[in-house]
T-cell receptor, first 113, second 113 residues
Framework: AQSVTQLGSHVSVSEGALVLLRCNYS??????LFWYVQYPNQGLQLLLK??????LVKGINGFEAEFKKSETSFHLTKPSAHMSDAAEYFC???????????FGTGTRLTIIP | DAGITQSPRHKVTETGTPVTLRCHQT?????MYWYRQDPGHGLRLIHY???????DKGEVSDGYSVSRSKTEDFLLTLESATSSQTSVYFC????????????FGPGTRLTVL
């Protein structure tokens, strides 16, 4: 079985501040991990993914995430928030042999001017 | 952007009526998925398809059926709509299903009165 927990359904940060969105997963086997972003009234778009290899993964729009097996975490960070980062962010997990993604409940990011 | 369209984009219907949502892709991807998105629940998989006429259930399949007679089309049917099926429905496609990225359509907002 696989599951994802996103801590904090709403996060607010000031423009220029660090963005940190938390994701913890549960999986009995090595997972594949994803972060998606959803802008208002749109579908989801992939930000980044971890499959194997380097544990620090860089994505689009300056975001990155680090896979920490010991902490079962895959937190999303961005050094300096922009107004355009305001959106909802979803963490998702998949395991080898399973064709399905399991999504977290999402974190809505608000940027304060 | 991946060529995925959903129709209709918005629909209001009454309890007890049948509803069919269509997902159309121009990418020739093997895998297609239907999700529903509800506040506090993130995205939950309804059904998915791994080829023409090959489908399987997701975690919230009760009250829904699907069909895939062509690679490019994946239909989601609510046999008798209920108010609990008011939601935003997203279609997604994937080339391989596992570690590959899922590409999402723009969504269909369904309201059941």
């Amino acid at each position: 079985a696989q599951s994802v927990t996103q801590l904090g359904s709403h996060v607010s940060v000031s423009e220029g501040a660090l963005v940190l969105l938390r994701c913890n997963y549960s999986s009995s086997v090595p997972p594949y991990l994803f972060w998606y972003v959803q802008y208002p009234n749109q579908g989801l778009q992939l930000l980044l993914k971890y499959t194997t290899g380097a544990t620090l993964v860089k994505g689009i729009n300056g975001f990155e995430a680090e896979f920490k097996k010991s902490e079962t975490s895959f937190h999303l960070t961005k050094p300096s928030a922009h107004m355009s980062d305001a959106a909802e962010y979803f963490c998702a997990v998949n395991i080898f042999g399973n064709e399905k993604l399991t999504f977290g409940t999402g974190t809505r990011l608000t940027i304060i001017p | 952007d991946a060529g995925i369209t959903q129709s209709p984009r918005h629909k209001v219907t009454e309890t007890g009526t049948p509803v069919t949502l269509r997902c159309h892709q121009t990418e020739n991807h093997r895998y297609m998925y239907w999700y529903r998105q509800d506040p506090g629940h993130g995205l939950r998989l309804i059904h998915y398809s791994y080829g023409v006429k090959d489908t399987d259930k997701g975690e919230v399949s009760d009250g829904y059926s699907v069909s895939r007679s062509k690679t490019e089309d994946f239909l989601l049917t609510l046999e008798s709509a209920t108010s609990s099926q008011t939601s935003v429905y997203f279609c997604a496609i994937s080339e391989q299903g596992r570690v590959n990225e899922q590409f999402f359509g723009p969504g269909t907002r369904l309201t059941v009165l």
